[in-house]
């Protein structure tokens, strides 16, 4: 079983930055595509960012798109996303996941394994 730990969370003001984490308890990295998603409260759990299994490949939502970074290192098993310029809407709990692909893919039932995720709170 394939655990997925995610970290980096917290409070911060609008206009500020964050860099979440994300370790596997194993390895699975150098064949798996990996993602981030998020979840407000009162909404469904939205796609974030998502990359390849050598990082070649990149997609980001239009919400994120030019504030977030996504990116991986294979050998130390982690994940990262990388969140600048944080607006009160981007408030919510960040959850990586760990894709049965070796590609880049928005789609959730791609997802085979899923941290516990970590609240990112951005005040106004």
């Known amino acids: 079983q394939v655990q997925l730990v995610e970290s980096g969370g917290g409070l911060v003001q609008a206009g500020n930055s964050l860099r979440l984490s994300c370790r596997a308890s194993r390895p699975i990295f150098s064949n798996n595509g990996m993602g981030w998603f998020r979840q407000a409260p009162g909404k469904e759990r939205e796609f974030v960012a998502t990359i390849s299994w050598n990082g070649g490949t990149t997609r980001y939502s239009d919400s994120v798109k030019g504030r977030f970074t996504i990116s991986r290192d294979n050998r130390a098993n982690t994940l990262y996303l990388q969140m600048n310029t944080l607006k009160p809407e981007d408030t919510a709990v960040y959850y990586c996941?760990?894709?049965?692909?070796?590609?880049?893919?928005?789609?959730?039932?791609?997802?085979?394994?899923w941290g516990q995720g970590t609240q990112v709170t951005v005040s106004s």
């Open positions: 996941a760990a894709s049965r692909l070796s590609a880049a893919t928005s789609t959730p039932d791609t997802y085979r394994y």
